[in-house]
């Protein structure tokens, strides 16, 4: 039997995402294996765990622009040093855990495990292969220390493998796969049941609106963006999801009251039925976060960026804008302008579509483990 070994870090929703994908596509397609999903820094020590990840929230949420520059800086200089002297003396912890294990193949989706697994096979305390997913649109260094030791890296794009060579990292270690996709995304669904279900009317254009999740991030933007959609002359219908992000349902329940739009606006919190409603959607409205775009390119989703992350989410933001299948919503932008332009157009709408599909990797999680497990 094939041990395997996933780990994720609960940095954000996208390494768990990415993480599942891969241990549910293995289960349901290979047989004499053994799969194991594990939050590597929830195992080695909880504390700092619970700290570091409440600090990236609370960073995210309150003082973006700081997150932005600890981003930045922890690439090379004494925030990295620090960042990579940390990992080294977690890996002890981890090396107890995979002693037991014995894993054939150990994968991340997170940077940190990557790092701590192959600083263990430097010392010659792991003997398994080791496959880093990244998970945004765009390389961190963090992802690449002891990379002489990764045996696999699955990359977004093209262009993330040739950045990656650039930094000296052997062609043949990199597959631009695309970051890895549920199943769901993957599926037929019967659109008129969906929009019946839903309430939604099949002679309007729907448009999909992330309020920015738990993190609510530029939330007077969110809403005055929100305020523009729901006033447009476009004949639209919006699905609105609040995530647990309780006082956005509130502030767009309080909006769309106010101005009498319940007739178009569906609100929703948390929901398990993205995939449906992307297949159902003719434009996102949405942070960048690579899990998000993903499932977006996959869907053949043109995409309205609003209020990336400094860092990897506007990195990923300027990837889309430059390939054309996303625009970039800034604070000074005239919305309504851009939704005139948007929706005026029809044909600038379509070829946002095909592009979008076009730049989709929608097999991207079979091409991983194909790769790995043949």
Known sequence: MKKIVVF????????????????????TNYTDVDVKLIDCMEYVNKVINKVTT????????????????????????????????????????LNRLL?????????????FSSQMCAYLKKLGKL??????????????????VYNEYVDYYFVSHDGMKKQLIEKGIPSKKIFATGIPLSNKFLLKYNKSEILESFGLSPKKKTVLFFGGGEFGLGKSQTLNIFKSFIESDYNIQIVAISGKNVKMKEDFENLVTELHKQNIVKILEYTDKVAELMSISDLVVTKPGGLTTTESLASGLPIVVINPIPGQEEE???YLENNKVAIWLKPDDNVEAV????????????????????????????????????
């Open 8 to 27: 994720y870090a609960a940095y954000g929703g996208g390494h768990l995402s990415a993480a599942r994908s891969i241990k549910e596509y293995i289960e």
């Open 316 to 318: 990923n933001a300027a």
């Open 54 to 93: 409440t600090a990236y929230s609370e960073m995210a949420k309150k003082a973006p622009k700081t997150w932005g520059k600890v981003y930045w800086k922890s690439q090379k200089g004494p925030l990295a040093h620090i960042s990579t002297t940390s990992n080294k003396v977690l890996s002890l912890k």
């Open 99 to 111: 002693k037991e294990l014995e894993p054939d193949l150990v994968i991340s989706t997170h940077p």
């Open 339 to 374: 939704l005139k332009d948007l929706f005026s157009n029809p044909i600038k709408m379509r070829e946002m579509k095909i592009r979008a599909r076009i730049l989709a990797k929608r097999n991207s999680t079979k091409d991983i483990c194909n790769t790995l497990l043949g």
């Open 127 to 144: 003997d398994a292969k080791i496959a880093t997913i990244m998970t945004d649109y765009a390389p961190h260094e963090q992802w690449i």
